[in-house]
Structure formats: C-alpha cells, structure tokens
C-alpha cells in the first residue's frame, strides 16, 4: 500500500471557489454510478479509467465486421439498482426484460436422448407462480422435485442477515435437506453456477440464499430475465459516456492512477502520469487487489484482507454458422460441458448466418486451454446439443476469457467485504466485491457505486439526488 497518515482536520480542506471536488478511480458499472450520482449532487467530479474504455468487465470490442461482448451478462427484474442504471443512461428500451421467466433446459444425459423442459413462471404468487413448472420438470424425478420443493420453503425461511451463513457451503445444506446429486446438477446449479460463478459445495450459503431467495422466492416477476439486444459498449460506454458528458463529469480514459495520498491542505491527491487531481472525496472503484495497492496506510484495519478475496474466471466461446441453428434466444443444457448458449446474431450485427455465445462459468479448468482444444470439444457438444449444427458449416471460432472475472463466493467472504466507508475520511470503496449483500453481478457493482455516493455526499453535506436509486426499494 501507499505511504501516508490519516487526515487530522474534518473532509473538505481542498475545496474551492467551486465547490467540492470528487475523484472516481475506475470506470466500470460501480464507478460510473458513483460519478452520476456525485455530479446529480452538484459535485464537480473526475472519472479515471485506465483502459480505453468504459464498461469494465462488461465491454465489447470489435472482430472484423462484428461487435462482440467479452461475456454474455444477464440481469433479472428484481436487479432494481441496475435497472436504475440503465434508466439513468438512457439505456433500458435497449435491454428489455421477458415478460414472464421462460428458460428452455435441454438434458443430453438421458438414455433416451436429448429432452426438452423449461423453467418458467406462472402469474401466480409466490410460490406457487414455479409450482407447475417444478411439477412438470423432466430432469427430475417426481420425488426429486417433491424434495426440491421442500427445500425452497426451507431457504425462504432463512435470516439473510445471519452471518452464520456466510460460513457454511451451500452443497452441505443442500445434502442437509435432502437434495440429490442430480437435484444438484440440474436446478441448483443449474441457476447458482450462472449467478455465483461457484458450484454449491463451493459457495457460500448466505450467497447462495440471497440468489434463491430474492430471485425464486420474493416476487412472482423477479427471476424474469433481461439482456441487452444491442453490444453491451453501447450501453455502458457509449451511453454511460453521453450521460456523464450531460452531468458535467471529466471523463479522462487510458489515465493509471498510480497513488493516493494526502495533501497538504488536508484533503487528497490523486495521481497520474503528468498530472495531479486534489479532490475533497475520492472513491476507489476498482478490483480488490488494485484497491489494495492504492489504499493508505490505516484506512482498513486489516487491508490484507482485501487479497484474501479469491477470484474466479469465466470463460466464453463464441461460434459464427453460416445458417441458423437455433430458434431460441438463449438455452441452457445439462449432461455436457456446455452450460447456457446465447443467440447474439442481432446485437453483433450478424447479416448472414447465427452467431452463438456460451457462457462458461466455474471455468478453472479451462481458462487457459488452447483455442484449438476448445474448438475440438465444444463444436462436437454443440452437435449434441442443437441438432441443426451438424449441416452448418463454422464461419469463426474464438474464445473470450476473464480470469478474475468475479469474486470467489466461497464461505467466509463476506466477513472479507468492507463497506463504502474506510477509516480515512473522503476515502471510499466501490465494487461488486464489497459488502453488497449480493455476488459479483453488475446489480452489486451499481449498489456499491450508490452506497460509496451516499457516503460521500453524507460527509460533504450535500443532498442526495432525488432520481438516486434507493436501496429499500430492492426486492428482500
């Protein structure tokens, strides 16, 4: 970490004539919503993002005559902060939501061969809006889903707040209630591995509890799934850029920040190759361990903590037919590596053929296997999996890969999560991995850029926006 003590005199000893300055360190979805929200307070504010772009994780980037997402990023209706975001930017037509959850599930498991069920929702309350699909699911026997069920209620009962949780894997407690290895593999994880990017045994139940339960078990409407129809830069670069050009934010790219460190007025500079920015409130919304690097002396008791935090990569490969192949927008599949398969032929901007993307989660294993060995076992699964493969003819073939895509969410992370607020006042965190209540998705990245706002603007004695997302209005 840096050098440097902690202020002695209250936040606020650089302001000017001006008014209040904040500095955001990182552009991705959390740093972005810090930026909107300080500059909606009326605080002059300076976004520094090293790369040459907005967006963070969830970027595109373009291939020959393509617009390619690195990853395949999903969001569900009760993702109320992201759907602030996209509202706030201008984005939401562009990323619309099913009207009702619908998710095609094909096994390639069973001895009689590849079958079809679906996970959907009926306009019921809850829980009776899944009791049809849960009674009608194929991949399950009928004891199976009865068992399944008995589970569900058993999660609805548990205290999200109970740091007990946190300690204990979700595969122990679903052993516990009498869930099968199969049950295990074709709902459980079928759900947690695209949500937590962990497997039950390895993820924590306080995690796996806040999935199941805000998303299955709160709302009838809130596991309905959205997406973007349009290249994710669009959204998160683009538009993010237009409205923080409207909120008066100096938006400053391809700019590393390389310390952070008191200033002689009591305040903080932030600096960067040839340039020094002094600013009143400085939010760090970057990954843990960069986080790390640039937090001075005692602003967390225990900063190590922060490389403690594991992190875990996703992998995804992308395949372009010269016909089409699948009528879906997106399936998912049990009995083969491949795990959920997305249909971006449009937002690409595919004229001739289908271009399929598989997002690949858990993807120790693979992250750094050869594009050729890739090829060599995903295109003979898709055969298995969409039958219309085995006439089409392969137009590209590329993989995208995230090594540290999300935080491990293993048990006992969340005693590593630090808040918004450090020890140094005017220092703030913000990052799907900080203490969001909810894994690595872009609704924890937009959460925690609000709870580091509210943060700052609580300490500069300024309102908070009235558009502001509010976090009581999240589904519980």
């Given at each position: 970490?840096s050098?440097g003590t902690?202020?002695?005199?209250?936040l606020?000893g650089?302001?000017?004539?001006?008014?209040?300055?904040?500095?955001v360190i990182?552009?991705?979805?959390?740093?972005?919503?810090?930026?909107?929200?300080?500059?909606?307070?009326?605080?002059?504010?300076t976004?520094l993002e090293?790369r040459p772009r907005?967006?963070?994780?969830a970027f595109?980037?373009?291939?020959g005559?393509?617009?390619?997402?690195?990853?395949?990023?999903?969001?569900?209706?009760?993702c109320?902060?992201?759907r602030w975001?996209?509202?706030r930017v201008?984005?939401?037509a562009?990323a619309?939501?099913?009207s009702?959850?619908d998710?095609?599930?094909?096994d390639?498991?069973r001895p009689?061969g590849?079958?079809?069920g679906?996970?959907?929702r009926?306009p019921l309350?809850?829980?009776?809006?899944?009791?049809r699909?849960?009674?009608?699911y194929?991949h399950?026997?009928?004891?199976?889903?009865?068992r399944?069920?008995?589970?569900a209620l058993?999660l609805?009962?548990?205290d999200?707040?109970d740091?007990?949780?946190?300690?204990?894997d979700?595969g122990?407690?679903?052993?516990?209630h009498g869930?099968?290895a199969?049950?295990?593999?074709?709902?459980?994880d079928?759900?947690?591995v695209?949500t937590l990017?962990?497997r039950a045994?390895?993820?924590?139940?306080?995690?796996?509890?806040?999935?199941?339960?805000t998303?299955l078990?709160?709302?009838p409407?809130?596991a309905d799934?959205?997406?973007a129809?349009v290249p994710?830069?669009e959204?998160h670069?683009r538009?993010?850029?237009?409205?923080?050009?409207s909120?008066?934010?100096r938006?400053?790219?391809?700019?590393?920040?390389t310390?952070v460190?008191?200033?002689e007025?009591?305040?903080?500079s932030?600096?960067v190759?040839?340039e020094?920015?002094?600013?009143?409130a400085?939010v760090?919304?970057?990954?843990?361990?960069?986080?790390?690097?640039l937090l001075p002396?005692g602003a967390l008791?225990?900063?190590d903590?922060?490389?403690d935090?594991?992190?875990?990569p996703?992998?995804?490969?992308?395949?372009?037919?010269?016909r089409?192949?699948?009528?879906?927008?997106?399936v998912?599949?049990?009995?083969?590596p491949?795990?959920?398969v997305?249909?971006?032929?449009?937002?690409?901007?595919?004229?001739?053929?289908q271009y399929l993307a598989?997002?690949?989660?858990?993807a120790?294993?693979?992250?750094?296997?050869?594009?050729a060995?890739?090829?060599e076992?995903?295109?003979?699964?898709?055969?298995?999996?969409?039958p219309r493969?085995?006439d089409?003819?392969?137009v590209?073939f590329?993989?995208t890969r995230e090594?540290t895509?999300?935080?491990?969410?293993?048990p006992?992370?969340?005693?590593?999560?630090p808040g918004a607020r450090t020890?140094?006042?005017?220092?703030?965190l913000?990052?799907?991995?900080?203490?969001?209540?909810?894994?690595?998705t872009?609704e924890?990245?937009v959460?925690?850029g609000v709870?580091?706002?509210?943060?700052?603007?609580?300490?500069?004695?300024?309102?908070?926006?009235?558009?502001?997302?509010?976090p009581?209005?999240a589904?519980?």
């Amino acid at each position: 970490m840096s050098d440097g003590t902690l202020p002695q005199q209250p936040l606020g000893g650089t302001a000017r004539a001006g008014g209040r300055h904040a500095v955001v360190i990182g552009g991705g979805l959390a740093g972005l919503t810090s930026a909107l929200a300080l500059a909606d307070a009326g605080v002059r504010v300076t976004l520094l993002e090293s790369r040459p772009r907005l967006g963070g994780l969830a970027f595109s980037f373009r291939r020959g005559d393509l617009t390619v997402d690195n990853g395949q990023h999903v969001y569900l209706r009760c993702c109320t902060a992201y759907r602030w975001f996209l509202d706030r930017v201008g984005g939401a037509a562009l990323a619309p939501l099913q009207s009702r959850l619908d998710v095609p599930v094909i096994d390639l498991a069973r001895p009689e061969g590849r079958r079809l069920g679906r996970l959907r929702r009926d306009p019921l309350p809850v829980p009776l809006h899944l009791g049809r699909s849960l009674a009608a699911y194929p991949h399950l026997s009928l004891a199976e889903r009865a068992r399944v069920g008995r589970a569900a209620l058993a999660l609805r009962s548990l205290d999200l707040a109970d740091p007990a949780l946190d300690e204990t894997d979700f595969g122990s407690w679903l052993a516990a209630h009498g869930q099968s290895a199969r049950a295990v593999e074709a709902l459980w994880d079928l759900v947690g591995v695209a949500t937590l990017n962990a497997r039950a045994a390895d993820a924590s139940l306080g995690l796996a509890a806040m999935v199941f339960k805000t998303g299955l078990l709160s709302d009838p409407g809130a596991a309905d799934i959205g997406w973007a129809r349009v290249p994710l830069g669009e959204l998160h670069d683009r538009l993010a850029r237009r409205a923080l050009d409207s909120a008066g934010v100096r938006t400053e790219v391809r700019t590393r920040v390389t310390s952070v460190l008191l200033n002689e007025n009591g305040g903080w500079s932030v600096q960067v190759p040839g340039e020094r920015f002094d600013a009143d409130a400085v939010v760090l919304a970057v990954p843990q361990r960069e986080a790390h690097d640039l937090l001075p002396a005692g602003a967390l008791d225990a900063p190590d903590r922060l490389l403690d935090i594991g992190t875990a990569p996703i992998l995804n490969v992308h395949v372009r037919y010269d016909r089409k192949v699948l009528d879906a927008p997106f399936v998912a599949a049990l009995g083969t590596p491949v795990q959920w398969v997305f249909d971006r032929t449009e937002a690409a901007g595919v004229e001739h053929g289908q271009y399929l993307a598989l997002s690949q989660s858990v993807a120790q294993d693979e992250i750094d296997t050869p594009v050729a060995d890739l090829r060599e076992r995903y295109l003979p699964e898709l055969r298995r999996l969409l039958p219309r493969t085995r006439d089409a003819g392969v137009v590209d073939f590329f993989v995208t890969r995230e090594r540290t895509a999300t935080f491990a969410p293993t048990p006992g992370v969340g005693r590593l999560r630090p808040g918004a607020r450090t020890k140094a006042p005017g220092l703030y965190l913000a990052g799907a991995w900080t203490a969001t209540g909810w894994p690595a998705t872009m609704e924890s990245a937009v959460r925690s850029g609000v709870s580091a706002a509210d943060a700052a603007l609580d300490a500069l004695g300024r309102p908070r926006p009235t558009r502001l997302f509010v976090p009581e209005e999240a589904a519980a």
